[in-house]
């Protein structure tokens, strides 16, 4: 073999090798484009899921035991195990009377056992506020207490054990303004005992995310709920790590009551509690005059900076929570559809043409069933709570409230709604102690109830029909039904956007389309 026969050989040999070196780096490239979402989960802004807009916050957990007077203090007992007549709505979060431990007021008492440990607090049970880097407020509530996201978002990251078994939620909020700017928050949602949400999903304010427990690093159980700024470095932020516990020579409890990394706290985190007061609003847009995303509020007023020697006159200056957001102490809703004993009236709507494809349904309820009796204007483009919906689709089916006494902890007593949600429950469509009657509906939430009022017949295929649905979604089952009951052939259903009123009625028009074909 000559030279020139080597070389050639040789250039052979590069050639394949480059070949196969470009292979690896487009294979290489491939896997982390594919995996990327699930590298930086918590970390990376998904640009292309955006929550709804802010329309203010609601607490993460509605009802709490009466700690100064209940007898069920035992950490197995459960959220069902305690009753009804002696739950309370949580209280509000309140620096002062946490800071007087020698106070012994039964307000007093029950902040203090709610409020296990404060913002930026310690585990010394001083409950004081930066007195340590406990970067959140720990909210004391029996195990299985159901845990709701306290504004609309979407969910970056669920985690059912980390390193030391902790099972937690972080939902991204964005479009909040906060000193002037416009930027996503991210709440976090810890020690769970059930996650029932996945991840990159959309949530709004009064949606269940889990249940509390005492998963992880906890001695009782109780929910961690954590917010961190748009600049912190990742999601769930905390202050400290093991390898700086260890550097100092202190546990973990021991770096909280030390306050390590209590400036990089400060930094990345607001306190939780006093964002949610300040935005607390039960009433959505839809609903309210009032956007709360126009109303901004300032670090300073979140972290409510107090000095731990600071007189009570000091701490009351200190502590000047806006009042630019008007709160509402129960939900408000307008009911779509309410039966009547009245004799039926054949009204008809300004705000809806009977020539419309909606106006024919719509009327065509009316004059077929006599729903609609309740209500002088139909509103096309309002949104629709779970009131709402329950109430329209019970009247539907022709359903009758039920009397009794509701169980039901957010049903005010005289609430038109209490006699459906007593139905609804005893039909097996609601659970739990929460109707959640302020709640905004998705239309995949919709049609689980429409499924589960009408008791439609399941659909035994697992074929999508519809393009837009997903066979991971948690609530494809009740669309595939829904879909197999009006011989829908495709085309894309929306599942995530909010429910508008007509096409609440478009949805039920498709119901009575089919139910009217088999008379």
Same mark, same amino acid.
């Given at each position: 073999m000559n030279i020139s026969e080597n070389k050639l050989i040789s250039i052979r040999y590069i050639i394949v090798i480059i070949w196969l070196c470009n292979c690896l780096l487009g294979w290489l490239i491939a896997i982390r484009q594919s995996w990327l979402p699930y590298m930086n989960a918590g970390t990376t802004i998904n640009t292309h899921l955006q929550s709804d807009p802010f329309d203010g916050t609601i607490m993460p957990i509605l009802y709490i035991p009466d700690w100064s007077k209940t007898q069920y203090q035992n950490k197995t007992t459960t959220f069902a195990d305690i009753p009804i007549s002696e739950y309370i709505p949580l209280p509000k979060y309140d620096p002062i009377t946490l800071l007087d431990i020698s106070n012994t007021s039964s307000k007093s008492l029950i902040l203090h056992y709610t409020y296990i440990t404060p913002y930026m607090g310690s585990y010394r049970m001083n409950y004081k506020e930066y007195d340590g880097s406990h970067n959140a407020i720990d909210i004391r509530a029996p195990i299985w207490t159901p845990?709701?996201? #306290?504004?609309?978002?979407?969910?970056?990251?669920?985690?059912?054990?980390?390193?030391?078994?902790?099972?937690?939620?972080?939902?991204?909020?964005?479009?909040?303004?906060?000193?002037?700017?416009k930027q996503s928050l991210y709440s976090w949602y810890l020690h769970l005992s059930e996650i029932t949400v996945q991840e990159w999903t959309k949530v709004r304010k009064w949606d269940m995310i889990g249940r509390v427990g005492m998963s992880g690093i906890a001695t009782t159980p109780h929910l961690h709920i954590q917010i961190d700024t748009e600049d912190a470095p990742f999601h769930p932020y905390w202050p400290f790590t093991s390898a700086d516990s260890r550097s100092a020579?202190?546990? @973990?409890?021991?770096?909280?009551?030390? &306050?390590? &990394?209590?400036?990089?706290?400060?930094?990345?985190?607001?306190?939780?509690?006093?964002?949610?007061?300040?935005?607390?609003?039960?009433?959505?847009?839809?609903?309210?005059?009032t956007n709360m995303a126009s109303a901004p509020i300032k670090t300073e007023e979140i972290h409510e900076l107090i000095p731990v020697n600071a007189s009570v006159e000091s701490i009351i200056a200190s502590m000047s929570i806006s009042s630019k957001t008007n709160i509402v102490e129960k939900?408000?809703?307008s009911n779509i559809s309410q039966s009547s004993t009245k004799p039926c009236e054949k009204k008809r709507f300004s705000d809806m043409s009977s020539s419309s494809k909606v106006g024919k349904i719509l009327y065509n309820l009316i004059d077929s069933r006599c729903m609609f009796q309740g209500i002088s204007a139909f509103s096309p483009n309002s949104t629709i709570t779970q009131k709402d919906a329950i109430m329209l689709l019970m009247d539907y089916y022709k359903i009758s409230p039920t009397s009794g006494t509701s169980h039901f902890l957010d049903i005010a007593i005289g609430d038109s709604f209490q006699g459906y949600a007593i139905a609804g429950y005893r039909r097996g469509i609601l659970d739990g102690n929460y109707a959640l009657p302020g709640k905004l509906l998705t239309k995949e939430d919709f049609v689980e109830l429409l499924v589960k009022v009408g008791k439609l017949e399941r659909n035994p295929s697992q074929i999508k029909i519809f393009k837009d649905t997903n066979a991971m979604n948690l609530k494809f089952q009740y669309i595939q039904?829904?879909?197999?009951?009006?011989?829908?052939? &495709?085309?894309? @259903?929306?599942?995530?956007?909010?429910?508008?009123?007509?096409?609440? #009625?478009? #949805?039920? &028009?498709n119901i009575l389309t089919r139910d009217q074909a088999k008379k």
């Open positions: 845990v709701l996201s #306290i504004a609309n978002g979407v969910v970056i990251r669920t985690v059912e054990a980390d390193a030391t078994g902790n099972r937690f939620v972080v939902v991204r909020h964005d479009g909040v303004t906060l000193n002037g700017k020579g202190l546990s @973990f409890f021991d770096s909280i009551d030390a &306050g390590l &990394g209590k400036e990089s706290a400060m930094r990345y985190n607001i306190n939780p509690m006093s964002f949610i007061n300040s935005f607390l609003n039960w009433v959505t847009t839809a609903n309210s005059s939900p408000i809703v039904d829904y879909a197999f009951k009006i011989r829908a052939r &495709g085309g894309n @259903f929306y599942p995530q956007t909010l429910l508008t009123r007509q096409w609440a #009625i478009e #949805i039920l &028009g």
